[in-house]
C-alpha cells in the first residue's frame, strides 16, 4: 500500500486520496510553493500537502517526497 518515495500516481485525484489516506493532507510542507492554477491563472502559496485555488477552488495536491518541486503538484478537481 504505502510504497515511499517510488510510488507514481496517473491524475491528481490519485495524489489527494493518497495525502489524505496518509494523513498528510493538512501538513505545513517543508518550503510552501508557488502555485499558477491550471484552471483560472490565480497565483497562489501552497503551505500544505494539499491545497485549493482561492478563486475557482481547484483542489491540488503533492505528495512529501515531491514537493520539493511545483512542477510535481496535480490538479485533483474543483472542490474534490
Known amino acids: ?3 515511499g518515495c517510488s510510488g507514481s500516481f496517473e491524475n ?8 489524505r489516506m496518509m494523513g498528510f493532507a493538512n ?3 517543508v518550503m ?3 502555485i499558477k492554477c491550471e484552471e483560472c491563472g490565480e497565483e497562489f ?3 500544505t500537502h494539499e491545497g485549493k485555488c482561492p478563486k475557482c477552488h481547484m483542489v491540488y ?3 512529501p517526497c515531491h514537493a520539493f518541486d511545483p512542477n510535481n503538484v ?7
Open 45 to 47: 502559496i501552497m503551505e
Open 12 to 19: 491528481g485525484k490519485q495524489v489527494v486520496d493518497k495525502i
Open 74 to 80: 496535480m490538479a485533483a478537481g474543483k472542490n474534490y
Open 61 to 63: 495536491g503533492v505528495t
Open 27 to 29: 501538513q505545513p510542507m
Open 1 to 3: 500500500m504505502h510504497e
Open 32 to 34: 510552501p510553493l508557488n
